[in-house]
């Protein structure tokens, strides 16, 4: 058992709703659809707020678009917004322009809400591709956490050439990808681990390093 002080942990949450995760339901029909996700929201911010825990949510633009005082909530409490793309489509099925134009409009929707910078992305269903990297540099993004080696099923994942990457890792100039940590039962994967992963990712991005 090990002592809650001594340790800092990262938490992420993707904010989506029961609709949006999958490709069978499209975007253009979302909008039929009851919205779940806010009551849920607010569960988590309850328990966030009594354990003084803070998180970054990654949150779909379309979500915000319709929630704009959920997004205000969550980051008037103090946790970091970031961008889950637009219309949760897969990255690798999509062309450049139309990832480009994903992350730019998710972006631009997510900022507007809050007043500031967005720095963070995560790729729906982890689908991170090596050709999306730049594209979310040149976008204004600082990182990427999509990287999510061993964890799950390989036919959602990361197209990602890398097998050995860090917790952190500097990319370009100004660009890093946060892989998702993740910790091994047995035969089974994970996503956790305790680790000094706040303190070292605050190191990276205030160096420049």
Known sequence: MFK????RLVITFDVEDWFTNGQSIKVDSWGNY??????NIDRILKLLDETKTSATFFILGWMA???PGMVKKIHKLGHEISSHGYAHELVYLQSKNEFRNDVRKSKLILEDIIGERIYGYRA??????DWALPILAEEDYLYDSSYAANVFKKSHLSHFNSSKLSICNKIYNNFYEVSLPYMKINNLSIPWEVVDTLDYIHTLFMSGE
Request: hydrophobic share 30%.
């Open 34 to 39: 009851e919205l779940r996700v806010e009551k």
């Open 124 to 129: 729906p269903c982890f689908s991170i591709t």
């Open 4 to 7: 809650a002080n001594k340790y």
């Open 65 to 67: 678009e319709k929630l």
